[in-house]
């Protein structure tokens, strides 16, 4: 049995995954709309296992781990909620985190284990080191990007494909959400 596993990104128009404190955007750059966050809802709705690098699990509970379960929307209560591998050498159990497993090691050779055992789909949202290692070593099986219709030139950091290795795409989905987010579904393959 192998695992999909998917590389699930959020960018602004110029491939910026984040922006810096001097950014006033708001979460998803202020641009969510319903049928973006129906969308996430149901991808995350299923069973899976999400696989986060050290940097995104902290950032995630930074931003999510002090809000009550209750205070949550219903996706960041989803991903909240999953259970999760964090792929770290410098964190350590117990996390504040409700399912969460520290695991040590080479990411490639983690992951590539979670593929060969896992029954469920494997997600990683961010994590961009973690992401661009495993695509050079053929391990995501789809890159999901979602656009946000937003250039954040001045304010944005970590360009999302920055150092990563060249890469042929093959689209496999494309929608346009709330007539002004665009998600792209891609197959990688090394180029």
Not at 58 to 68: A, C, E, T, Y
């Amino acid at each position: 049995m192998t695992a999909t596993y998917t590389f699930d990104v959020f960018c602004t128009l110029d491939g910026f995954g984040s922006y810096s404190e001097a950014g006033d955007w708001g979460g998803y750059w202020s641009k969510q709309g319903p049928e973006f966050l129906e969308r996430r809802l149901a991808q995350y709705s299923g069973d899976l296992r999400m696989v986060l690098g050290a940097r995104t699990f902290r950032d995630f509970v930074h931003h999510l781990g002090s809000i009550p379960d209750a205070d949550l929307d219903p996706v960041n209560s989803r991903l909240k909620q999953a259970p999760t591998t964090v792929l770290s050498t410098t964190l350590d159990e117990p996390l504040d985190w409700p399912d969460a497993t520290v695991v040590r090691g080479d990411a490639v050779e983690v992951v590539a284990r979670l593929e060969r055992e896992s029954d469920v789909p494997v997600r990683s949202h961010g994590s961009l080191s973690v992401n661009r290692a495993l695509m050079a070593a053929g391990l995501v099986d789809r890159v999901q990007v979602t656009v946000f219709p937003v250039i954040s030139g001045r304010t944005g950091t970590e360009p999302v494909f920055a150092g990563a290795d060249d890469v042929d795409l093959e689209l496999l989905e494309a929608r346009t959400l709330d007539g002004r987010i665009q998600e792209l579904v891609y197959r990688p393959t090394l180029h």
